[in-house]
């Protein structure tokens, strides 16, 4: 083997020094990725209020674990967030308004972020992290809107705004369909360890994203937390008092101790991998409460853009880089957390489209740096909310002082029309700003896109044709009933990027008085189906989980049905599901649709 000393030039002695290093630098190459990157777990809390946590002052609630979170790093003491899921996920993900990225809605395709996009996980992935997300998407079904397409290389969750059940659910693989083992909620904990014991052992620096669908309906939580709530006081003297439910305050209220269990375990994961120095730690909520609780009587709750709907707790650990119990005074949104996540790994990034949020990193390193005013929005169902550093206007046009009044329990508009008629036209502004610049929000759903091998076209996206119903009218994990006759059809309108021949699966139900339904999938002039020959008829599930009456669908086990393989040429329009013979008094009921691209 060779050595530098076999190359030593006639130089003095630091340069006999200088050349030395650089040759053994040539020799013995560094990794792939720099060591003082750190680990990113984002852990994100689904319909939990800021009130619901010991660390915001909740007098029944334990929560240790995440309020360690609060002590051991730092935290906002104004963090806002958008007042529904997916517009939220959205800032997130993109570090921009949810409207730049065409997101609207929360079903139907109104979720997904527009491709032009740039992700979190894109930029962290292309610096050589290893990326993941478990739990709820919310932002994308079909690939490339799929987490697979948005910069996770693995994905284990549901991408739905809600689920129907957290035992034993159906859930989605890196696109295929599997069974989750036992509740959901510890289910994706487990996938989120087991991630970060791989990539430790690889030493590859990790971003996992861990979207927690609790406390979001369904009210499930297994029987060693609920048990806990059974006869336990919750605050009865709140604003929202005479409206409150004390059942569903207390499965809840459970489903978030589960929760920051299932955070102890993920601290626990960190000591015992010893990488507490090297990780960073974040946790927030997407929007209010789920209900009429104890909310530090904010007005207001999910859905609202009022402070109640829009405040969530922000907590940062990163022992020994932030400064334990630090409180950020200045104002903090969701869109600042990928500016401020790259910041502190010391991600030089030139981000594709420009960012709303900014970076708090020098602020969570205890830094004294200005910062400077700013205005922020929150949007839902067309109403805005906009606000300073002192002053909010919510979306009736009333003027808060949120300095004197936080709780927004008496408007000054009257006594300040100045600030009134500027904080107007800054809404005005905003408006034409986001219809100038924001992205599509009716694209079709892309199917057998070549960067994938499964494309999943649920009921829940499809237009219904004709008498059919779904289980629920909110649509997101329904299925499609009622299927009396040849002259009712799902569609989907899509685009196809790319020719392929693809293996279609229907997930079905049917009683035996049907059995010898056919149903066909139809694209342009291509189309494939098959018969069911045997009877599948398992009974609607999961009241028996539930701790509160829940307003979504029931679910059921589907059986899996091989229509055959059709031919996908280019082009868009519409995807048709159909029968073509009822030979008793309904077709089934329908779930999902599955392309697998044959190679």
Known sequence: MF?????????????????????????????????TQPNIIVVMADDQGWGDLGAHGHPSIQTPHLDSLAEDGAQFSRFYVQPVCAP???????????LRGGVTGVSEGLERIALREETIADVLGSAGYATATFGKWHSGSQYPYHPNGRGFQEFYGFTSGHWGSYWDAM???????????????????????????????????????????????????????????????????????RRENPEHTRAALAMVENLDHNVGRILTAIDELSIADSTIVVFLTDNGPNGARWNGDFKGQKGSTDEGGVRSPLFLRWSGQVPAGHVIAPRGAVID????????????HEPKNTLDGRSFASSLRGESTPTPERLLFSHWNDRVSVRGSRWMLDHQGELFDLSADPRQESPVTGDYPQITKDLQTAVTNWRADIAATGADQHPPMIVGHPGTEFTPLPARDATLHGDLKRSNRFPNCSYVLNWQSENDYLSWEVEIPADGRFEVVIYYTCAAEDVGTEFSLHWQNHSTGARITAAWNPPATGAEHDRFPRQESYVKVFQPLSLGEIDLRAGSGPMTLRVDKVPGQAAGEFRLLTLRRIP
């Open 3 to 35: 050595t530098p000393r076999l190359f030593t030039p006639p130089f003095g002695l630091i340069t006999k020094l200088l050349f030395t290093l650089a040759f053994a630098a040539f020799l013995f190459p560094a990794s792939g990725h720099a060591k």
């Open 88 to 98: 939220t996920r959205a800032e997130f993900l993109t570090g921009r308004y949810h």
């Open 337 to 348: 957390l990928l500016p401020t996540l790259l910041d502190l790994a010391q991600i030089k």
């Open 171 to 241: 859930m989605d693989h890196n696109g295929q369909v599997e069974t989750g083992q036992g509740f959901m909620a510890d289910d994706i904990t487990n996938h989120t360890i087991k991630f970060m014991r791989d990539n430790h052992v690889a030493d590859r620096p990790f971003f996992t994203l861990l979207a927690f669908n609790t406390p979001h309906s369904p009210m499930q939580v297994p029987d060693a937390f609920y048990d806990r709530w059974v006869d336990k006081p919750i605050p009865s003297d709140h604003r929202f008092a």
